[in-house]
T-cell receptor, first 111, second 114 residues
C-alpha cells in the first residue's frame, strides 16, 4: 500500500518561531506533493504545491522536496496563533493517481 | 469562502431517509471528487468523476450513489445510511485527473445519522 506518513504530533511552538512539519512517502513514482491546512471543523485548504526537488517559497511558507530521500517538509516562518491548525501532507500515489493523505499533524502556536 | 460550493452545510437524517448532497464548482474543472472524513482522520476518497464519467469507486457501499449531471455539478445520493456513516463529506475539484493537479475542497457537509 502506498503511504504518506507524518509525525503524529502535536507540535507546539511559540509565536514568532519557525514551525517545521515533516512528511515521508513510500511511492517512488509520486511526482506531486501538497500541503493542506485544516482548521477544526473546517475543510482542508490548499496552501502549497511542490513538484520539483528543492525549495518553494510563498510568503511565510516554504515547502521542501527531496525525492531521493522521499521526504517533503513545510516550514512556517514567524508562526502566528492563526497558524494553529492541522496540516495534511498529500501525494498522488499508485497507478490510479489517487491523492493519498498523511494522518496530519496538529500545530499549536503559543502567544 | 471557497470556489467549490457544497449544500447543505449540515444534515441530520434517520436511517430510513433519502437525501442528497450537492456540490458545484465554476472553475471549469473537469474532475470532481467525493471524500469522507471522520474526526481526527484524513479525508478518505470515495468517488472520482473525470469528464462527467465515474472513473474511481473506492468500494463504497451502494447506499451511497454518486451522480454527475454536468461538468459543474456533483451529487451524492444517500439512502438507508448507518450511524457509522456520520462524518464530514467533502467535495473537491481539479482541472483534470492525474498527477500534478491540486484538488480544491468545498466547505463540506456535516452529516449526522440518527
Amino acid at each position: 500500500q502506498k503511504e504518506v506518513e507524518q509525525n503524529s504530533g502535536p507540535l507546539s511552538v511559540p509565536e514568532g518561531a519557525i514551525a517545521s512539519l515533516n512528511c515521508t512517502y513510500s511511492d517512488r513514482g509520486s511526482q506531486s506533493f501538497f500541503w493542506y491546512r485544516q482548521y477544526s471543523g473546517k475543510s482542508p485548504e490548499l496552501i502549497m504545491s511542490i513538484y520539483s526537488n528543492g525549495d518553494k517559497e510563498d510568503g511565510r511558507f516554504t515547502a521542501q522536496l527531496n525525492k531521493a530521500s522521499q521526504y517533503v517538509s513545510l516550514l512556517i516562518r514567524d508562526s502566528q496563533p492563526s497558524d494553529s491548525a492541522t496540516y495534511l501532507c498529500a501525494a498522488y500515489t499508485g497507478a490510479n493517481s489517487k491523492l493519498t493523505f498523511g494522518k496530519g499533524i496538529t500545530l499549536s502556536v503559543r502567544p | 469562502d471557497t470556489e467549490v460550493t457544497q449544500t447543505p452545510k449540515h444534515l441530520v437524517m434517520g436511517m430510513t431517509n433519502k437525501k442528497s448532497l450537492k456540490c458545484e464548482q465554476h472553475m471549469g474543472h473537469r474532475a470532481m471528487y467525493w471524500y469522507k472524513q471522520k474526526a481526527k482522520k484524513p479525508p478518505e476518497l470515495m468517488f472520482v468523476y473525470s469528464y462527467e464519467k465515474l472513473s474511481i469507486n473506492e468500494s463504497v457501499p451502494s447506499r451511497f450513489s454518486p451522480e454527475c449531471p454536468n461538468s459543474s455539478l456533483l451529487n451524492l445520493h444517500l439512502h438507508a445510511l448507518q450511524p457509522e456513516d456520520s462524518a464530514l463529506y467533502l467535495c473537491a475539484s481539479s482541472d483534470r485527473t492525474g498527477d500534478n493537479q491540486p484538488q480544491h475542497f468545498g466547505d463540506g457537509t456535516r452529516l449526522s445519522i440518527l
